[in-house]
Nanobody, 125 residues
Framework: QVQLVESGGGLVQAGGSLRLSCAASVRTFSSYAMGWFRQAPGKEREFVAVISWSGGYTTYADSVKGRFTISRDNAKKTVYLQMNSLKPEDTAVYYC??????????????????WGQGTQVTVSS
């Protein structure tokens, strides 16, 4: 089991930027593909982005493509989500997730076995 702790959430105006971080407590972080999901009030949790263990593969939800960037630093055991051009509809609790799978094509919550507690992102109009 991987312990994940997200940070970097907050309140930002529309058009602004935030960078989320997710620190993992596991010896073999470089073996895990990592993902970001989000859940807005009254809505189901949805896929945002995924990155493979090496960082060589990434994919994004259509709603964030071109605005968000997922990256990782295996030496620091941390995955990041850089969010630019934020919109009010990006307001949600953002969750980090980990899986021992490749990460290629992973978009479902069931593809991931470990989850963080989430960090709130609020975008004001």
């Amino acid at each position: 089991q991987v312990q994940l702790v997200e940070s970097g959430g907050g309140l930002v105006q529309a058009g602004g930027s935030l960078r989320l971080s997710c620190a993992a407590s596991v010896r073999t972080f470089s073996s895990y593909a990592m993902g970001w999901f989000r859940q807005a009030p009254g809505k189901e949790r949805e896929f945002v982005a995924v990155i493979s263990w090496s960082g060589g593969y990434t994919t994004y939800a259509d709603s964030v493509k071109g605005r968000f960037t997922i990256s990782r630093d295996n030496a620091k055991k941390t995955v990041y989500l850089q969010m630019n051009s934020l919109k009010p509809e990006d307001t949600a609790v953002y969750y980090c997730a980990a899986t021992l799978g490749s990460g290629v094509g992973y978009r479902a919550q069931t593809d991931f076995g470990s989850w963080g507690q989430g960090t709130q992102v609020t975008v004001s109009s």
